[in-house]
């Protein structure tokens, strides 16, 4: 929770006083201003999740994709060679771009 100085409008910050027993306290770090804090503050709030981006294309991602030939298939039951690909920069610009195959219908 936020809270700002009502004389100043700089944000308060939670301190704590030097009496017996301490009690915390709202404080403006630029003006004398104090407010004792003698109940519990809290403030809850629900944000709507965000949509997650499909960062690999979505549905069109193998739309107009190149085709290699000679790229053996990790199954061994396929015996096709060819396979279409398409590369994406999911790191950073100094890793490499990862490659994502596909084997072409027979």
């Known amino acids: 929770m936020l809270?700002?100085?009502p004389a100043c409008s700089n944000a308060l910050?939670?301190?704590s006083t030097e009496e017996v027993p301490p009690q915390n306290r709202l404080e403006c770090r630029t003006c004398p201003y104090q407010f004792i804090i003698d109940k519990r503050y809290y403030e809850r709030r629900y944000f709507p999740r965000k949509e997650d981006d499909d960062v690999l294309g979505?549905?069109?991602s193998w739309?107009?994709?190149d085709k290699?030939?000679?790229v053996p298939?990790?199954?061994e039951s396929c015996s096709n060679r060819e396979a279409y690909f398409y590369q994406v920069q999911i790191?950073?610009?100094d890793e490499p771009m990862t490659t994502f195959y596909?084997?072409?219908d027979l």
């Open 73 to 75: 298939c990790p199954s």
């Open 58 to 60: 979505g549905e069109g």
């Open 91 to 93: 790191r950073s610009a």
């Open 63 to 65: 739309d107009n994709v």
């Open 3 to 5: 809270v700002f100085c």
């Open 68 to 70: 290699q030939d000679d």
């Open 102 to 104: 596909r084997v072409c």
């Open 13 to 15: 910050t939670v301190t």
